[in-house]
């Protein structure tokens, strides 16, 4: 059985930092595209980056680029997304996905496996 599990939400102040990590168990997604999207309350899921296999990496969300970089360790099946000069806009549940093939997806109806999500509140 798949699974993503997201960690290292919590809570921080506007200006700071938080890495968040996805591991992936059940199958190995090394070649297979991941992505970050995100949920505001009240607010449709939101694309927010995406990798290849390779490292190439697409943002979704122009509000992100510069201060969140997605990384992925193929031999560990993990997926990162360091969020950097945090904004209290920031916050949402973070959710990690993962695509059955290996091109980028932009839409949450391209991914075929998530996570449970993991809450990210940026204070003001």
């Known amino acids: 059985q798949v699974q993503l599990v997201e960690s290292g939400g919590g809570l921080v102040q506007a200006g700071g930092s938080l890495r968040l990590s996805c591991a992936a168990s059940?199958?190995?997604?090394?070649?297979?595209?991941m992505g970050w999207f995100r949920q505001a309350p009240g607010k449709e899921r939101e694309f927010v980056v995406g990798?290849?296999?390779?490292?190439?990496?697409?943002y979704g969300a122009d509000s992100v680029k510069g201060r969140f970089t997605i990384s992925r360790d193929n031999a560990k099946n993990t997926v990162y997304l360091q969020m950097n000069s945090l904004k209290p806009e920031d916050t949402a549940v973070y959710y990690c996905?993962?695509?059955?093939?290996?091109?980028?997806?932009?839409?949450?109806?391209?991914?075929?496996?998530w996570g449970q999500g993991t809450q990210v509140t940026v204070s003001s």
């Open positions: 990798i290849v296999w390779s490292g190439t990496s697409a």
């Open positions: 996905a993962a695509r059955s093939v290996y091109g980028l997806g932009y839409r949450a109806g391209e991914y075929n496996y």
């Open positions: 059940g199958r190995t997604f090394s070649n297979n595209a």
